[in-house]
């Protein structure tokens, strides 16, 4: 491409921040760096259905070393008093699980604030992006935070009912690495982590639908009623 096209484009691109609404989104193509962070953002917004302040933690503590670039408006995160908060908030929410009778009330009461984690933390990643695309990458956040969410609240119940609670520690560590590893990955290895979460997205529909279609030809096959002997 030419200097003079690439001037051209220059001068006809809307600015996102400048212009900002519907047209700059249908108008602007996001450069690397925006790609990049929707994918660390998706990322952390799934780590964040394990556990919910870890991916926060994760996203502060790189921001503040330099690794991670936050979105304008966000740079509070990097803040000692709210790096304290957030650790805080890490250690009770991960003893809370440790705790059998507790964990069940946890995930009450974190599966809405996953959600509403899962959008601050792709916001806060989401760089060069204008305001419409910026609210459709904190659906996807909340969306893939409540996927992992979901699956967790399956795990842990599935481990209540048949051991009864005895097995919910172990479900509560393999979160905790699950928020951990996803975090670290997100960060480091943005993409990867996106096709992760896709894969385990195809597994869990591909498991809901195999139970729905089971349940429906369950149903549809009648029932065979057997003769007294004679």
Known sequence: MSDATMA???????????????????GWLPSSDAWLGMAVGIGLAAAAGFRVF???LVAAVAAKT???????GYAWLTATPALAALGTATVLEVAAYSI??????????????ALLAGMLVAASVAVDLPPVLK???????????GMTQGATVLARFKATTTTGGTANPVVALGELVGAVGTSLLAVFLPILTVLLVLFLLLLAWKALGGVA??????????RIRQRPPA
């Open 54 to 56: 870890v991916p926060l």
């Open 100 to 113: 059998p009778w507790l964990d069940q009330l946890m995930d009450l009461l974190a599966t809405p604030i």
């Open 66 to 72: 330099g690794v991670l670039t936050l979105a304008p």
């Open 8 to 26: 051209i484009l220059q001068a006809t691109v809307p600015d996102p921040v400048r212009d900002g609404g519907l047209a700059a989104a249908l």
């Open 135 to 145: 609210w459709g990458v904190m659906l996807l956040g909340a969306g893939a935070a």
């Open 213 to 222: 279609f089971g349940r429906r030809r369950a149903a549809g096959v009648p």
